[in-house]
């Protein structure tokens, strides 16, 4: 070969790859559902009739490229999916989603190597980054059980269809008013709490619900805490009674590791309720016992970002109360229910939180209304609400939420009544 090689990448074979200014054009304009595309080529995606699934080559040596050219500008109503199929995107693995939702888009993408795999080359890509598949089942763990308030360390598995199972065997130090979240994408993490006194030992649970032994605390030790994910899978331990209230925070990153306390922010809060929302990995907490000088309960909440930062206090929505239950639904929106209110009272209360984190009014609620109780996201976008303290008992029934945000009915409990335990999601299979 002679001559001036122009705009051209070396692939590891040392076969030169042809970039965007030479790329093979296909003649077909892609309208329907899925397509299968080929390493130097360029690609013309119809979505205007329907959302395309794009798989991409199974193998791909370094410097391959592929172009996708938003055709009709309509990929913000009808997206187009990348199916990585095996291979890394951005570093991630193929259960994660990539999804690209903005008209009039290119995705420009060359083969790096194993690690990293598929990566965009234009800056408008991005930011459309892969999105972790979300949790299946739920795990709801320790807690008070029985009349005489006695500490346990049983768990009840959540199946992805909302099924509570029968008592599996304690692990670890039983204790109550632990908090609980999701890391990793398909684990969770159980922390703190009270066995006597208070406690920062952590339990991590594996992606088919295992509880491991207990491992040594890091942060300040206290009770009645709550805890969210963030950034998709990592998470965040705060607020509680560390023998005072306080607002103290947690990081845990997503092999597991809680880092040591960030300085508090927002109100010193105890017996609060947090869990994740919005399409790029924020969460929420809310709620709560404070000392104001004017009532204990609070409706004050404070904003997660995708990198952990606690945001200051958001002026409270809803009916201020205590000793809530908080999950995800819907893919990414939230809910806060039930919980103890001025005077004792327990308000058949819910209040929607959107995806941008903002708390709705007041909603009916439905079922039993109790405190202390557990909740946590199951089935990719719906949730669960289970055990707690209704007006007169402990209790273990436990109520469904609809992807759309509605509780439903008591549906007859399963294990062992108790209050004060902790629940978050696991397993991204069903």
Known sequence: MSGIVQ????????????????????DTIITGSTATVEAGNGYWINTTSNT??????????????????DYARTWGTNKIIIDSNGLNYQGDDDTYTVEYTTDGQSVNIVYSDATKGWLPLEDDVVAEAPVAPPTQKAIMAFGHAGSSIQLTNISNLISSSGVVASDTTGVGTERSDAAAHSYGTDKAIIAFGNSGSVTNLKNLVNNSGVVAADAAGVGTAR?????CTYGFDKGIFRAGDAGGRTSVSNLVSNSGVVASDTTGVGTATLQLAAAGFGSSGQGIFGFGSIIDGTGDKTAVTNLVSSSGVVASNTTGVGTARSALGACSYGGDKAIFVYGDAAGGSKPNTRNLVSNTGVVAANATGAGTTRRSLAAAGYGGDKGILAFG???????NISNLVSNTGVVASDTTGVGTSRERLAGAGYSISA
Request: overall charge negative; hydrophobic content about 45%.
């Open 389 to 395: 303290h209704t007006a007169s008992a402990i209790t």
């Open 52 to 69: 395309c699934t794009i798989t991409l080559p199974s193998s791909a040596e370094s410097g391959d490229q592929i172009v996708l050219i």
């Open 7 to 26: 705009n051209n990448i070396l692939r590891s074979s040392g076969t030169i790859a042809i970039s965007a200014a030479g790329l093979n054009w296909s």
């Open 223 to 227: 009770e009645v805490l709550a805890a």
